[in-house]
């Protein structure tokens, strides 16, 4: 794992035991409870975003196991049918997963690594309301944006210039990512790897494409250029 890695997953993991333990006073002093637990992965077919660097260090843990081609495979294909999706919530009408779920027991394969997307979205709303068939849709989440800011600050601080807030699915960032970690250490596994980014966007058009293509209403806006004035899109 490379320096740089390793400094984003410890600031991960800084910022997400932080944020648990202030998210599980608030919970108590509010009669409320983190309801998500492992097995229930409806957000894991969201729409769910990273940057470059988080998609290295998801990139190194992926490829650290047996099944990584599976799951790369499963990245390729996740981009290749939300193809010009850029609204969460019809990504999910898609049901395309994660790649790095593990579709039968609902659980995620590489946790430790995962982006801060995903670390810091969580519910106090029963877990079974996130789904789209729910009856009852109603779903509560706190705004966890500054830890989230936290981490892009961090990827932009790293990145070569020009430091630009750029993201992309998960899936996308991963294929990326790995086809970064295979070359750069002259990996045998890079020739399995490179087809399967053939045909995607880069991090940066995908970027672009998703603030052109998206429906904002004022609010929205109002949204977008806060968190890309803070450093994360």
């Not at 991960?12 to 229930?40: M, N, P, Q, W, Y």
């Not at 086809?179 to 058009?205: A, I, Q």
């Not at 429906?215 to 977008?224: K, M, R, Y």
Request: aromatic residues 6%; charged residues 25%.
């Amino acid at each position: 794992m490379s320096r740089q890695s390793r400094e984003l997953k410890r600031l991960l993991e800084g910022l997400e035991l932080a944020t648990r333990k202030a998210l599980e006073e608030f919970c108590r002093r509010d009669g409320k409870a983190i309801s998500c637990k492992k097995g229930c992965s409806a957000c894991c077919y969201l729409l769910a975003t990273g940057m470059p660097v988080e998609g290295v260090v998801l990139a190194e843990a992926v490829l650290a196991r047996p099944d990584w081609l599976a799951i790369l495979t499963r990245a390729r294909e996740a981009m290749l049918l939300g193809k010009d999706v850029y609204d969460r919530v019809k990504w999910m009408q898609l049901k395309i997963p994660c790649p790095v779920l593990d579709q039968t027991t609902g659980a995620c394969l590489c946790y430790d690594a995962r982006t801060a997307c995903c670390r810091f979205h969580f519910s106090v709303s029963p877990p079974e309301n996130c789904s789209l068939e729910a009856t009852d849709k109603t779903v509560i989440y706190p705004n966890l944006v500054e830890a989230e800011q936290a981490v892009w600050r961090f990827c932009i601080d790293n990145m070569p210039e020009p430091k630009l807030p750029i993201a992309g699915p998960i899936a996308l960032v991963l294929l990326l990512g790995a086809h970064t970690v295979l070359y750069e250490e002259n990996d045998p596994r890079f020739k399995e790897v490179e087809p399967l980014v053939v045909g995607l966007p880069n991090c940066m058009d995908w970027s672009m494409s998703c603030i052109q293509n998206m429906d904002w209403n004022e609010s929205d806006t109002e949204v977008i250029k806060t968190i890309i004035r803070n450093g994360g899109l």
